[in-house]
């Protein structure tokens, strides 16, 4: 039975893909390495540690690793943060999900103070029942370390949650512990790339699985009332004739 829905964030509830993409590669730029923006968009998702292997050889990042992250880091909060929008009705969302009596986690490759930020850019501090960051893990995704830490903290298991996500590598990296993903192509990943690593279902953004989200998978648990209803329904009818009947008799 499904208990908990567990979200990325940057993507899929808040619009910053373009903005992380743009600080890398200034950051890049900064340390000597033009790399093309779409080049450094497609791996938004991951974070530095995954990302960096990417463009830089493995003696570089060992000699200025670090130094290349913070650099990124600062300029990423003081020139674009502030310009993060979240999607539309993040709320409305997260507060139908709740009110079908699932738990909501945040899991994201961002850092814990980026991570508050973002709650209070979409409205949401209060509807969060636990979050993980890039500070509760060893590996970014696509490695599944953040999505264990979101399980562990709720107390369920793979078969009892699903991860919303924007990336690909939400999806590999929930996959490699055993959890269902669906997609959202808000991130601008294509729908192809999300397929391929394995989402089982794709919405455009927040809204649309916000107004299509009776049939999905998020309220497949309440199937079997369906079942029951036709029955009842049956049932009432019988029952109703029947005392037409008798009602008609006595009459007669």
Known sequence: MLKAVIFDIDGTLVDSVDLHARAWQE??????????????????????????????????????????????????????????????????????????GLQVVLASSAKSDELQTYKQI???????????SADDAKKSKPHPDIFKAALDRLGVVASEAIVVGDSPYDAQAAGKIGLRTIGVLCGGHPEADLRKAGCIAFYRDPTDLLRRFDPSVLVRRGAPRRKIYPAMLTIGLTVAAVIALVIRRRRD
């Not at 080049?39 to 670090?66: C, H, N, T, W, Y």
């Not at 979409?122 to 993980?132: K, P, S």
């Open 122 to 132: 979409v409205g949401i501090e209060d509807l969060i029942d636990e979050e993980t």
């Open 27 to 100: 950051a890049f730029a900064h340390f000597g390495h033009q790399v093309e923006f779409s080049a450094v968009r497609s791996q938004i998702g991951k974070g530095g540690d995954q990302l960096m292997p990417v463009f830089l050889s493995k003696e570089e990042i060992d000699r200025r690793g670090p130094e290349i992250e913070e650099y990124r880091s600062k300029l990423y909060k003081q020139q674009y943060l502030p310009k993060v929008r979240g999607f539309p009705e993040v709320r409305q969302l997260i507060e139908r999900i709740k009110g079908n």
